[in-house]
């Protein structure tokens, strides 16, 4: 698995790690994606297009840093069921206990987080529903 670095989040706008910083915009895409050779799923997703991402499926993946304990992330696709999907670890050692993912309908998806921890690495899955490909964009604050 490779993931696209994004760095550390801009720092929330509140003291103690509180609160939101500011949106990063990121464009990306699925054309020419294949599922990672150990994919990951999650269940009891939110999000209105089912309670869990697909699997296998067609997916890129981000890392990030926090730098709040909290994070919302918001996608619009040109494939149809966008799903998130957020873990902790490392490329070897990935773990779900966020409990963190969506599944998304008419192209777009949403979600937050709440309990991250600053300082923690955190890997973003972005795919589709099995075989869709496309572009998508999405902003992480």
């Known amino acids: 698995m490779f993931a696209q670095d994004i760095g550390p989040l801009p ?3 509140c003291s103690g790690a509180f609160g939101l910083g ?3 915009n990121i464009s990306g895409t699925l054309i020419a994606a294949t599922p990672s050779s150990q ?3 999650l269940t009891n997703c939110s999000g209105s297009g089912g309670s869990i991402t697909s699997n296998p499926a067609n997916d890129v993946w981000y890392k990030f840093t926090a730098t709040g304990h909290q994070v919302i992330i918001s996608i619009t696709s040109t494939f149809t069921n966008p799903n998130l999907a957020l873990f902790y670890g490392d490329c070897t050692s990935l773990y779900a ?3 963190a ?3 998304g309908v008419g192209g777009s998806a949403s979600l937050t987080v709440e309990q991250l921890t600053v300082g923690e690495e955190y ?3 972005i795919s589709g529903n099995g ?3 496309g572009t998508f964009n999405f902003d992480i604050k």
């Open 101 to 103: 993912c969506a599944v």
């Open 97 to 99: 206990s966020v409990g």
């Open 22 to 24: 500011d949106p990063v």
């Open 123 to 125: 890997y973003l899955l």
């Open 11 to 13: 720092t929330p706008l």
């Open 131 to 133: 075989t869709q490909t």
């Open 39 to 41: 994919y990951y799923y």
